[in-house]
């Protein structure tokens, strides 16, 4: 019961440095997300995807990007890291507009 | 405004006892949907309780309900019979739905309400 995996779990980026982080989900759901959870606050979307190839921005976009090139697989890429993206983030699917899955969170710190 | 407010930062509970965590929320979309998300200390976010905004019942899923009040915009969540294991940081989060031009399923989270279960 894998559900949405995400790696790394832990990552520290020097100011500038790019990175991917892995989100994979085994649901055959078409929906999938990026969310930050920065300290006492709840999630804020960063890009969405409805399918294979088609991505949209969230509420905080800048400085990432994304893709979705597989049903199962939607990468988050910081480029150029800074201060103020270190978060939580988690990656979510879900079937249309049912239950959102998510997966256990990698933690980011820039310094 | 916000689209999700929880009132609540920190709500206190004896073990055995209920307890509700109070969510408001604000939309003009007659379809929308309306969740409440547990994330314990380890950090992973876990899915409770759905209510859609056409159910005529109030949801519950075993010791969780949720008590919904449609023209009061609220979206309260009961645990029944507090257990230790359910301290933990309570997200609320609504679904809008389906506005014209295409469907809209992102969530939006409340700032959560950090419950604490005392023996």
């Known amino acids: 019961n894998a559900g949405v995996t995400q790696t790394p779990k832990f990552r520290i980026l020097k100011i500038g440095q790019s990175m991917t982080l892995q989100c994979t989900q085994d649901m055959n759901h078409n929906y999938m997300y990026w969310y930050r959870q920065d300290p006492g606050m709840g999630l804020k979307l960063i890009y969405y995807s409805v399918g294979a190839g088609i991505t949209d921005k969230g509420e905080v976009p800048n400085g990432y990007n994304v893709s979705r090139s597989t049903t199962e697989d939607f990468p988050l890429r910081l480029e150029l890291a800074a201060p103020s993206q270190t978060s939580v983030y988690f990656c979510?699917?879900?079937?249309?507009?049912?239950?959102?899955?998510f997966g256990d969170g990698t933690r980011l710190s820039i310094l | 405004a916000q689209k999700i407010t929880q009132t609540q930062p920190g709500m206190f509970v004896q073990e055995k006892e209920a307890v509700t965590l109070d969510c408001t929320y604000d939309t003009s979309d007659p379809s929308y949907g309306l969740f409440w998300y547990k994330q314990p200390s380890s950090g992973e976010m876990i899915f409770l309780i759905y209510q859609g905004s056409y159910d005529q019942q109030n949801a519950t899923e075993g010791r969780y309900s949720l008590n919904f009040q449609k023209a009061r915009k609220s979206a309260n969540l009961v645990i029944s019979a507090s257990q230790l294991g359910d301290s933990a940081m309570y997200f609320c989060?609504?679904?809008?739905?389906?506005?014209?031009?295409?469907?809209?399923?992102?969530?939006?989270f409340g700032k959560g309400t950090l419950l604490t279960v005392n023996p």
């Open positions: 989060a609504m679904r809008e739905g389906q506005r014209s031009g295409g469907s809209n399923y992102k969530l939006t």
């Open positions: 979510a699917s879900s079937y249309r507009g049912g239950a959102q899955h």
